[in-house]
């Protein structure tokens, strides 16, 4: 149980392009889902909180006009890269922490890989 | 900035010796919790350690903690070829969520 799983696994785009990625909790309802991101070599950093039905709080630093994320339902979250450059290439990594996981506990996808031509 | 630090940041063993990665924390925490990345893969929750807790054993992972001195290690034994990958260190940020501070990592590599 407790999988969370991501849509795209990777993806390759053109500059000026936004690019949208998801991420579910297939088989518990996560009331709170959390966006990382990773560069090379180093470690996670968490870029903003998404909680369903309310706005997501983001990191000092993270442009949220720049990082769309929407939390619409209890088993999706969704993370939209607007107008894409190359420093936007990482690896992006959805968590969720739900009713079923218990609190102390957060499930992480698969990650997505963004590649910003 | 919060994030933990890991040594060693990579450690090249052979099959069968152990591997001891060590997190130092800044902040006091309810909980401290080891996880796993393969490459380029997400990450694997390994064990979760609280605050009033000294050491917990988990199969071949045993985990110590010490609040004083804010640090953590984490001890596999027996290692295997396909323990290969990326450990890090969480702690809690507090606040009304959950948000997880990583540790800069260790990068274990276990020779056959």
């Known amino acids: 149980g407790a999988v969370v799983s991501q849509h795209p696994s990777w993806v390759i785009c053109k500059s000026g392009t936004s690019v949208k990625i998801e991420c579910r909790s297939l088989d518990f309802q996560a009331t709170t889902m959390f966006w990382y991101r990773q560069f090379p070599k180093q470690s996670l950093m968490l870029m903003a909180t998404s909680n369903e039905g309310s706005k997501a709080t983001y990191e000092q630093g993270v442009e949220k006009d720049k990082f769309l994320i929407n939390h619409a339902s209890l088993t999706l979250s969704t993370l939209t890269v607007t107008s894409a450059h190359p420093e936007d290439s990482s690896f992006y990594i959805c968590s969720a922490e739900g009713l079923a996981g218990g609190r102390d506990t957060q499930y992480f996808g698969p990650g997505t890989r963004l590649t910003v031509l | 900035s919060q994030q933990g630090e890991e040594d060693p940041q990579a450690l090249s063993i052979q099959e069968g010796e152990n591997a001891t990665m060590n997190c130092s924390y800044k902040t006091s925490i309810n909980n401290l919790q080891w996880y796993r990345q393969n490459s380029g893969r997400g990450l694997v929750h390994l064990i979760l350690?609280?605050?009033?807790?000294r050491e917990k054993h988990s199969g071949r992972l045993r985990v110590t903690l010490d609040t004083s001195k804010k640090s953590s290690s984490l001890l596999i034994t027996a290692s295997r070829a396909a323990d290969t990958a990326s450990y890090f260190c969480a702690t809690i940020k507090g606040g009304a969520t959950n948000k997880l501070i990583f540790g800069t990592g260790t990068l274990l590599a276990v020779q056959p």
């Open positions: 350690i609280r605050s009033n807790e």
